[in-house]
């Protein structure tokens, strides 16, 4: 363990050894360093080790073991307990001889003694022995410690630990010790750069320390931030003044940074404390903005909160008036009355709509702000989004309320508009619930039911149907209605179960009718079957009887005529019956109902049977049967064609009143005859269908007869039976047409006495609206012309009837007779009667209608102005109900909260002193009532009194208590009055019992008091001890109940509150004026619906009563405004009165604060102005001076004078300011009120902080206006002085260092203000003033001038900047050029600066510093171009850390140096800058062939010196040749083989073997160093090896580099000798000229030549010049 800290302690030492040897030094450094941790980790390696020994040897070891180890552990604790003491002293002490230091040296920084003086050289070298003191201090400190800390490392685990921990602590110390001692180890040689760097630093802490005051001070305006939500006052003043703050502290970090970059070790320290300094400020300063912008935040917030609060109490107020619109419908009726329903569902869509409207607002709003809020602070916008969600969710309750009610509201609407629907919808199930009782007869089983009974409902049945399809179709029609005016999904939803309603009914009807129509048909199909049946019993007869006649004509061969005539009939009726039954039978079998299809379907199979009969009798004897049937067929035919004769007979008869001559029947006659014509045609048309499908028929079935002889006779009669058929087909033809057109006229006959009959009702409608027409009607009354008009109206519509029922009528007959030319003339004739009689019709209903629309108008117009007249009265009535409020502003109700004020003091100051008899008692003076006089005094005198400030009355307000205690104004306040005053009275706010006792436990409830009723105390509030809620005896003053009852409950319910006559006057005016504004809205509302009534009426009496009611409606929504108003001025008056009354109550603590604020002001103001007095003694001294501008300034005499007396005066004034601005700051931050005086009073602060910093402005303004007036004088003068000193060394030839040593005087380093300004005085060309003399001195140097700083006033030096001719005399036009100035060229300056008067240019005579080139240049152009700029005196200094050759010569590197110059070393250039151009060098990459180290080395360097050579200096075998011992190839022996590759170093040759021809080298193998001759080229021009151009010999010790520039980093040296391999290159490198100056040092005055490079030697900077100065000075 001891080694390895020893090997850290070791490694350590040398690493800072190395880091000695600058920038070569860094890679050696790194790679050591990287041991370092390796070493550390080894070490804690041991340690932990040793200690597992330790525990491991305490765990196993004997108990002699563990008493030894415990006897080492308290002989180790007692060796450290020794030592430590006095180590500690030792720290201490070093400690304390570094902080003796920095208390030494610092008032010689900040107030150094004069330059050169003895005080500062002792000062100077004091701190030095002091700090070789303390250094010698931290050394033994530091010995002792690391001697203990070996020592320490071979104790008990336990005590080691801890002698570590302490003695590292120890280190630690002295490492800060050191840290601190370090700036001083140099003092005396930094002395001045420290005075400086402390002048800079005191400047930027100066500038830091403005802008730290306005920092404080928004700091602490800021302050009101921790109490509460600012001001946006506030906020902007503090703004005001935090941001040009961080303006100004910004500028001042960024000069800090400035001065960082640049700022030597000895000041940096201090600019990062600075830097932190201002850090903090930049910090506290962003933290004051970022508050101020989070107190805007939280404005907004406010701002944004009560907004949405507004919106969402306005919501919730329409939500209230939602609910007092819904009233009606809550009074238990349930359907209301159709006017009051409608009324009410209005006010309850108006309400919803208002209270949603402010809703959607709320939300809206809240959503907007919620993503606002989002862009808050953390605490901000939780505070934000918990009052926006309180918000919402008032929001959204309201929203559910409201939307519940709009719900109700349309189903209540709903309801209203389907009241019709559903009662007819009732009458319409009614009538189908009774259609289906009568036609419950009609059902599946009517096969059971009698005729009686199925005809019994039939006769029923269709009067009950009727009326069920007149309901249904009613009910339907106000479904239909209703879903045109309903919209919305509620109303969609209802009508869907009216619909099904509906629907099940027409079903139901539906079912019943198809069952009523099966009743119809099962009753038709009974007769049909009982007809059916017969007749097939007939066929059957018929068909028996045809057997029964076959029989007997079967029976013989030839049968008589009579016999077979017989048969042949019996046959051709039974077929006939059965061929009628079976069409019958098949007609019937199509029915619907089972049971007659069933039924038929049985009686067709006895037709079948009875035809299958008939058929057996036809197939008997064939000619036999074919005969009896032909007969028969020809007589049945016969029978038929007289039926069709028969019915021509009808047709003629029915004909004959149209054949008698008369063209125009009687209408009646002519319709009638025309019916009966009709019917005989349709008679006849059957019958001839009739025979003609018989006699068709059998004439084709007696054509397949086999007896065609017999059967040709039979049809040749049915023949002439056609023939006879076809006549009457023809007549019948004829008799159509003819009817057709009787038809036709008798319509038109028809038409006429239709437009006839409208004719006559129109001429009615004339003569009743007649009188309305005439001017008489002007003077009917309106009832006289209100029943005229109702009896024209109603002839109107009868007559507009019947004349739609002639042009219907009418239009028929047209479209029946077109093309028919003959009516054609009379349908025109008629038509135009027709027209004739509407336009009639059309006039006088104008006129009714005419007449109409003035009556309604003037009754609309009365009724609109009665309306508008009313509003007047409803706005006067809501001045009137707020006129307490807005008129006086509340002062009634806030003397009644002074009372209640003074009561609760009477009352606290009776329970601590006396009762209700004796407080009278003591305010009348035991007098009985009490004086106006003595009841005032009382109240002045009262506070004092009982202790109480808050009865502190005004005069005013002790009057108006008197008043109202006064009940019964008699002028005095009587023992009754007096008690008044204590009287309380409560508001219920929740529902609660009464009860008979005080106790809870032991009362009974006697009643209940519901919410909003007001109760009057009957005792004082008093605790029931039991439940430990407060109790009160009262009465409710309106039902009179009187007990006991519970202000608040145990959980925290709230069920009685104070009782407040403002909100109590507030509720009840709230009220009222919104009841009117109720009524004035309802007016605007019928303006707008009647407005849209009228609409459609574009002229007439109603158009002119829109055009009123226009002008009307202005009139009335301004009644609206008015009230809106009114609301506005209530709302502003009710907030006014709440500040108001909070203004009262707070009086007596504003006041109290405001003495405080007062008495704090006063003490502030006193301490401004003195400190101010004070300031403006600095300004006024310097005012003549500040003031004084150009030549004026030039001439003030004493300016010297003033900037001695502001140098004396502006430090004192400073210093009062400051200390006044801080004062007011500190109480500012004492002062935590957020209004009030206190408030006021920390503003008023704020003002005096500014006027304090203003003062303290304008003198720090005022001395830098002095300062800027002495440099402008100084600097006029600075120029002829200096040219005056140069002039007189000049003219005595003297140099201007001698001249200074004349000046300063033997043995003097510095030259005095007093003895530099004699001489400047004493010259006799330079005309210049005592004072300003001083202030040249002062400019120069102060308090006195070193040399440094005198040479460089007297010597000047001019740069060119733009191309100029040197020419050998002043006067230009005489002149002759020497040469052309280069840019960037100085000339040191030996004349002048002269002006040319006539070409207007300023010249100097100076020197080139180049080349010593003398002559006259021009430093301005007459036209402005600037040729010479003024420059420092160049001085150069080393940069870098390297020693830099002075050399003795130009050229670089030639000749020994003079010596070398150190790193810091200042130079005084004499010549130069000149440039030195090399030619390029030759460097290659190589590889080293005796280690293979490999890098870049120099074959030629810039100077032309040749470090290696390759040429012909190495071969490389290319084909096998032996190495001999000699040149002669004959007498040779071989040394070895050289094989193909190899490298050979040639020592001698090559030579040419003369005998042999070949070619031969001796060398030496660079492998194994074999040396001989070997063959290069045979005799037969074989080459057995070739030069080699890759290889190398070192001539000349060279460096090998890391990169290719000459520069870089060394590897290694190569020695003469070696061999290197070229692997890159070789390639040139070009070098750049270099920049070479003639100096001399300032140290010894060595003189000789330099390089100019950026890293080892520069042209030394201002702040450097001023550091040798004072360097110089010191010295």
Not at 280 to 306: D, F, H
Not at 669 to 674: G, K, R
Not at 1223 to 1235: D, N, V, W
Not at 1265 to 1283: G, Q
Request: aromatic share 4%.
């Amino acid at each position: 363990q001891a080694a390895v800290s020893e090997n850290i302690t070791s490694l350590t030492k040398e690493i800072n050894d190395i880091r000695k040897g600058g920038a070569s030094a860094t890679a050696s450094v790194t790679e050591m360093s990287k041991l370092l941790p390796k070493l550390r980790q080894a070490q804690a390696g041991i340690v932990e080790q040793l200690n597992k020994v330790w525990a491991s040897l305490a765990k196993s070891g004997t108990a002699a073991a563990a008493k030894e180890s415990k006897e080492q552990i308290e002989k180790d604790t007692k060796d450290f307990e020794e030592a430590i003491p006095a180590i500690k002293d030792l720290t201490s002490v070093a400690e304390e001889s570094v902080t003796a230091i920095v208390t030494m040296a610092e008032p010689i920084i900040s107030s150094p003694p004069a330059e050169g003086s003895e005080d500062l050289k002792k000062a100077l070298d004091e701190v030095e022995a002091a700090s070789t003191d303390a250094q010698s201090k931290i050394n033994e400190a530091r010995k002792e410690i690391q001697t203990r800390l070996t020592g320490a490392r071979q104790y008990a685990v336990e005590v080691r630990k801890k002698a570590m921990t302490e003695y590292s602590a120890l280190q630690s110390k002295l490492t800060e010790a050191q840290r601190k001692l370090g700036p001083f180890r140099t003092f005396k040689k930094d002395f001045q750069q420290k005075v400086k760097a402390k002048q800079a630093l005191s400047d930027l802490s100066d500038k830091l320390s403005n802008a730290e005051l306005e920092v404080e001070k928004a700091a602490m305006m800021s302050i009101a931030a921790e109490s509460g939500q600012m001001s946006e006052e506030e906020i902007t003043a503090c703004t005001k003044v935090a941001e040009p703050a961080q303006t100004a502290v910004m500028g001042a970090l960024r000069e800090v940074e400035m001065k960082l970059k640049s700022a030597a070790a000895v000041m940096k320290e201090e600019l990062l404390a600075l830097k932190d300094r201002g850090l903090e400020m930049k910090k506290k300063c962003e933290t004051v903005i970022s508050t101020m912008r989070n107190q805007r935040q939280g404005i907004s917030a406010a701002q944004m909160a009560a907004t949405i609060a507004e919106k969402v109490t306005l919501a919730e107020e329409g939500l209230v008036a939602c609910q007092d619109a819904e009233m009606p419908f809550l009074k238990g009726i349930e359907v209301l009355p159709a006017e009051e329903s409608t009324k009410a569902i209005s006010d309850c869509e108006g309400a919803s709509a208002k209270a949603e409207l402010a809703l959607n607002q709320a939300r809206s709003l809240i959503r907007q702000k919620q993503t606002d809020a989002k862009k808050f602070p953390k605490e901000l916008q939780e505070k934000a989004m918990a009052e926006l969600t309180q918000l919402s969710q008032r929001a959204e309750a309201c929203g559910k309320k409201i939307t519940d009610f709009k719900k109700e509201t349309a189903e209540r609407k709903l309801n209203a508009l389907m009241a019709e629907v559903m009662e007819a919808l009732k009458t319409a199930e009614a009538k189908v619930e009774a259609h289906g009782e009568v036609a419950k007869v009609f059902s599946d089983e009517l096969n059971h039911v009698t005729e009686e009974a199925i005809k019994e409902a039939m006769e029923k049945v269709g009067a009950v149907e009727k009326e069920a399809m007149e309901a249904v179709a009613e009910a339907r029609k106000q479904l239909a209605g209703k879903q045109r005016d309903v919209k919305g999904p509620a109303a969609a939803g209802a009508m869907g179960k009216l619909q099904g309603r509906l629907k099940a009914a027409a079903d139901d009807l539906a079912k019943n009718k198809k069952a009523s129509t099966f009743g119809d048909k099962l009753l038709k199909g009974k007769e049909a079957l009982a007809e059916e049946m017969g007749n097939v019993d007939k066929a059957e007869a018929e068909v028996a009887k045809a057997e029964k006649l076959a029989e007997p004509v079967e029976a013989v061969e030839k049968p008589t005529d009579e016999e077979c005539a017989e048969l042949g009939d019996a046959i051709v009726l039974a077929q006939n019956t059965i061929k009628a039954t079976t069409g019958s039978i098949q007609g019937n079998m199509s029915t619907p109902v089972p049971s007659i299809k069933a039924a038929f379907s049985k009686v067709a199979e006895r037709s079948k049977k009875v035809q299958e009969r008939l058929d057996k009798v036809l197939a008997g004897k064939k000619g036999l049967r074919e005969r009896s049937l032909g007969e028969a067929y020809v007589r049945e035919g016969k029978k038929k064609t007289d039926a069709v004769d028969s019915f021509v007979e009808k047709v003629n008869d029915a004909e004959l009143p149209f054949l008698k001559g008369i063209e125009v029947l009687p209408l009646t006659e002519a319709t009638s005859t025309i019916d009966a014509s009709q019917k005989a045609a349709t008679d006849l048309q059957s019958a001839i269908s009739e025979a003609r499908n018989f006699i068709a028929a059998k004439n084709v079935e007696m054509k397949s007869f086999s007896d065609k002889e017999k059967t040709k006779p039979l049809i040749e009669e049915l023949t002439n039976l056609t023939s006879r058929v076809n006549a009457a087909a023809t007549k019948l033809a004829s008799f159509r047409k003819d009817t057709d057109t009787r038809k036709k006229n008798a319509l038109l006959q028809e038409a006429a006495e239709k437009i006839a009959a409208a004719e006559k009702e129109v001429e009615l409608v004339t003569e009743t609206a007649a009188p309305l027409s005439d001017e008489a009607a002007e003077e009917m009354t309106a009832d006289e012309a209100a029943t005229i008009c109702e009896k024209a109206g109603t002839q109107a519509k009868t007559a507009q009837a019947a004349v739609d029922e002639s042009r219907t009528f009418l239009s028929a007959r047209s479209q029946e007779n077109k093309g028919n030319i003959g009516n054609a003339e009379t349908i025109k004739s008629l038509q135009t009667r027709l027209n004739a009689a509407g336009t009639a019709l059309s006039k006088a209903k104008k006129v009714v209608n005419n007449q109409e629309h003035k009556f309604v108008a003037k009754k609309l117009l009365q009724e609109v102005n009665e309306m508008v007249d009313s509003l007047e009265t409803e706005v006067k009535a809501a001045e009137e109900v707020a006129s307490p409020l807005l008129e006086n502003g509340g002062v009634q109700f806030l003397v009644a909260a002074s009372l209640k004020t003074l009561a609760a003091a009477l009352r606290s100051y009776m329970k601590e002193k006396l009762d209700m008899a004796g407080l009278f008692a003591e305010a009348s003076g035991g007098s009985g009532p009490i004086s106006k006089e003595d009841f005032l005094s009382y109240l002045k005198k009262l506070p004092e009194a009982v202790d109480r400030p808050e009865v502190e009355f005004t005069e005013e307000r002790r009057e108006a208590l008197f008043s109202l205690i006064d009940a019964d104004g008699d002028g005095k306040v009587s023992e009754s009055e007096f008690k008044d005053i204590f009287k309380q009275k409560f508001i219920c706010v929740t529902g609660i019992s009464i009860t008979d006792v005080l106790q809870v436990s032991n009362s009974k409830t006697t009643g209940k008091i519901e919410p909003e009723e007001v109760l009057e105390a009957l005792g004082p509030v008093t605790k029931d001890e039991a439940t430990g809620m407060e109790r009160v005896e009262v009465k409710a003053t309106g039902s009179g109940k009187q007990g006991f009852v519970t202000l608040k409950g145990n959980q925290g319910t709230t069920y009685l509150q104070e009782f407040s006559p403002f909100t109590d006057f507030c509720t009840a005016m709230d009220k009222k004026i919104e009841e009117r504004l109720a009524k004035v809205k309802s007016v605007t509302s019928f303006f707008t619906q009647k407005v849209n009534e009228l609409a459609p009426h574009t002229s007439g009496p109603l158009s002119e009563a829109k055009a009123e009611l226009m002008k009307l409606r202005p009139k009335a929504s301004q009644q609206a405004t008015e009230i809106q108003k009114i609301k506005g001025k209530v709302g502003a008056a009710k907030k006014d009165f709440f500040k108001a009354e909070e203004a009262e109550r707070t009086a007596h603590l504003e006041a109290k604060e405001r003495r405080e604020a007062e008495a704090l002001l006063a003490e502030a103001n006193k301490t401004l102005e003195a400190a101010e007095a004070e300031g403006a003694k600095a300004t006024t001294s310097s005012e003549a001076l500040v003031a004084a501008q150009g030549e004026e300034l030039m001439k003030f005499a004493t300016p010297a004078t003033v900037a001695e007396e502001m140098e004396t005066l502006e430090p004192s004034a400073s210093s009062l300011l400051s200390k006044a601005k801080a004062s007011f700051l500190a109480q500012t931050r004492e002062i935590k009120a957020t209004k009030g005086p206190m408030m006021e009073a920390k503003k008023e602060l704020t003002k005096l902080i500014a006027k304090a910093d203003l003062s303290l402005r304008k003198v720090k303004a005022a001395a830098e206006a002095v300062k800027k007036a002495c440099k402008t004088i100084s600097e006029a003068a600075d120029a002829n002085a200096s040219a005056a000193l140069r002039s007189e060394a000049a003219e005595k030839g003297v140099a201007v260092d001698e001249l200074f040593a004349q000046l300063a005087g033997a043995g003097n380093s510095t030259l005095s203000h007093e003895a530099l300004c004699k001489r400047l005085l004493a010259i006799p060309s330079l005309e210049i003033a005592e004072e300003h003399a001083k202030l040249v001195c002062r400019k120069i140097e102060a308090p006195s001038i070193s040399k440094r700083s005198f040479l460089a006033f007297v010597q000047r030096y001019y740069v060119v900047t733009a191309a100029v001719a040197i020419t050998g005399e002043f006067e230009i036009t005489k002149a002759k050029t020497i040469r052309k100035a280069e840019l960037d060229e100085i000339f040191e300056i030996l004349e002048g600066p002269r002006s040319d008067q006539k070409l207007g240019l300023n010249r100097v005579r100076g020197r080139s510093l180049v080349d010593s080139t003398e002559g006259w240049l021009s430093i301005k152009g007459n036209q402005g171009s600037i040729f010479l700029k003024e420059t420092e005196k160049p001085f150069y200094t080393v940069s870098g850390a390297d020693e830099v050759p002075l050399g003795p010569s130009f050229k670089v590197g030639e000749g020994e140096p003079v010596r070398m110059l150190k790193s810091g070393e200042v130079m005084e250039m004499l010549e130069g800058p000149k440039k030195e151009t090399f030619p390029p060098g030759l460097r290659a990459r190589c590889q080293a062939l005796s280690d293979k180290a490999s890098g870049w080395f120099s074959i030629r360097d810039k100077q032309g010196t040749v470090f290696a050579e390759g040429e012909g200096k190495f071969y490389t075998c290319v084909s096998t040749v032996a190495i001999t011992d000699n040149f002669d190839i004959k007498d040779c022996k071989v040394v070895k083989k050289l094989q193909v590759g190899e490298i050979m170093a040639v020592v001698e040759g090559p030579l040419v073997q003369e005998e042999s021809g070949v070619t031969r080298v001796k060398a030496r193998t660079l492998d194994d160093d074999q040396v001989g001759w070997v063959t290069v080229k045979g005799n037969a021009g074989t080459s057995y090896a070739t030069a080699s151009k890759a290889h190398y010999a070192v001539v000349k010790e060279a460096k090998l580099q890391k990169t290719i520039t000459s520069n870089s980093d060394v590897v290694r040296m190569l020695e003469v000798g070696e061999t290197v391999k070229v692997t890159e290159g070789p390639k040139e490198e070009v070098h750049q000229a270099a920049l070479r100056v003639k100096v001399k040092a300032t140290t010894d005055g060595a003189v000789g030549w330099v390089t100019v490079l950026p890293s080892s030697v520069k042209r030394c900077t201002a702040k450097e010049l001023e550091a040798l100065a004072n360097k110089e000075s010191s010295a």
